[in-house]
Structure formats: structure tokens, C-alpha cells
């Protein structure tokens, strides 16, 4: 167990529709990442947040957004969803933001799946 | 821009031999280095990481990997193959000014064989 949350574990849904994907990080970790896996994509680096800041952002659809909140929990919206956005979407949390120096843990992922 | 390959999506080993499992860089400038696991239904956990103090890295589980800047390279090894190393293994890299955004190469698949 990493420490990481997230939740739900499972999401089937239709295309078009609105989803949200909760991440909660390990206590003490201010840094949130999301990334998403997929058949054709492979692993993906969304985005970071860091306190409530967004530091970084990858291959992040625009109809995907995310936020950090005040008690440090992440959310990750999907919107208009489409087939292709069927994937598995990971929760990362860190201390800090530098990966050179600390280790990123991740969560046991939400399998997404859009019919 | 930063990218990595790993040669072999399928990797199959006899328990007990060795493991070695590829990764060739693209970087203008050395970059920092990840290996990462992946048992199935689980998340990605951190193995070892390049970040420029030793070329050759260890990890958990019995794992290293050497850097070699001549090369481009980042090979994962481990003398000895355990059937709970079965996973897929994934070699990432970023920049040394965002060391936030990873790069994912494509994974490689390792079973073990008793």
C-alpha cells in the first residue's frame, strides 16, 4: 500500500458525459501527479500540482482539467468524454516536485471505461 | 526533447538466470533517469533512479541499471530472476529543468519461467 488513495476504483460511463477522479496523496506529500495509461497511448504524463499550485502540465486534453484543493486532494474532470479516453488514470504524490530528489508513490489507479 | 526507447516488449527468462531489460535515451543533455515496476493491478513503484552521482545505480529487489552517456543508455539488470519479478517494467526520462513531467517509454512485459 502506497498511501496514495483514489477513488472509485471502477468508472463505466457513456460518451459525452462528465466524470470526476479523486486522488488523495500520501500524509505530508504536496505534490500531486496524474497520468493516464492506455493500449494506445501507453503512459502518459498529464499534470502537477504542487500545494494547490499547477506546476507542470503533458498531454492533458483540453476537456480534461484538474485542481488541488486546500487540504491537498486532487480531482481530475473529464469531460465530453470520448472512447478514447478509456484508460486506467493514476494518482502520483510526492513530498516535494523534484522527482531527481525524492521518490513519487503511486495509486492503485481508476479504470475508466466509456461506452 | 527528451524521449526514451525500450527495445523488447516481451522479455521471457528461466528463474535464475539473468534479467536484462532495455532503454536507450534521446537527450540533448544527460538527463535523469527512472525505472519503474508495474505488478498487474497495481500502480507504478519507483525501482531506481540516474540523477547523475554514480553511473551505476541500485535499486530495490536486487535490481541496477548503469548509465552509459556513450551509449545512450540506461539497461536494467538483476543477476538472478525470481518469479515475483513477473511485472512490466518502465524506463522514464526527464529534462534536468522539469524533473516533474516524466516521459514513459513503452513498457516491457517480463515473465519468468520455473
Known amino acids: 500500500d502506497s498511501g496514495v488513495t483514489q477513488t472509485p476504483k471502477h468508472l463505466i460511463t457513456a460518451t459525452g458525459q462528465r466524470v470526476t477522479l479523486r486522488c488523495s496523496p500520501r500524509?505530508?506529500?504536496?505534490?500531486v501527479y496524474w497520468y493516464q495509461q492506455s493500449l494506445d497511448q501507453g503512459l502518459q504524463f498529464l499534470i502537477h500540482?504542487?500545494?494547490?499550485?499547477?506546476?507542470a502540465k503533458g498531454n492533458i486534453l483540453e476537456r480534461f482539467s484538474a485542481q488541488q484543493f486546500p487540504d491537498l486532494h486532487s480531482e481530475l474532470n473529464l469531460s465530453s468524454l470520448e472512447l478514447g479516453d478509456s484508460a486506467l488514470y493514476f494518482c502520483?504524490?510526492?513530498?516535494?516536485?523534484?522527482?531527481?530528489?525524492?521518490?513519487?508513490?503511486f495509486g492503485p489507479g481508476t479504470r475508466l471505461l466509456v461506452l | 526533447a527528451q524521449s526514451v526507447t525500450q527495445l523488447g516488449s516481451h522479455v521471457s527468462v528461466s528463474e535464475g538466470a539473468l534479467v536484462l531489460l532495455r532503454c536507450n535515451y534521446s537527450?540533448?543533455?544527460?538527463?535523469?533517469l527512472f525505472w519503474y515496476v508495474q505488478y498487474p493491478n497495481q500502480g507504478l513503484q519507483l525501482l531506481l533512479k540516474?540523477?547523475?552521482?554514480?553511473?551505476l545505480v541500485k535499486g530495490i529487489n536486487g535490481f541496477e541499471a548503469e548509465f552509459k552517456k556513450s551509449e545512450t543508455s540506461f539497461h536494467l539488470t538483476k543477476p538472478s530472476a525470481h518469479m515475483s519479478d513477473a511485472a512490466e517494467y518502465f524506463c522514464?526520462?526527464?529534462?534536468?529543468?522539469?524533473?516533474?513531467?516524466?516521459?514513459f517509454g513503452t513498457g516491457t512485459l517480463l515473465a519468468v519461467q520455473p
Open positions: 500524509s505530508g506529500d504536496l505534490s
Open positions: 500540482y504542487y500545494n494547490g499550485e499547477e506546476r
Open positions: 540516474y540523477t547523475s552521482a554514480a553511473t
Open positions: 502520483a504524490s510526492s513530498v516535494g516536485g523534484s522527482l531527481y530528489q525524492e521518490t513519487q508513490y
Open positions: 537527450s540533448s543533455v544527460p538527463p535523469y
Open positions: 522514464a526520462v526527464s529534462a534536468r529543468g522539469a524533473t516533474n513531467k516524466l516521459i
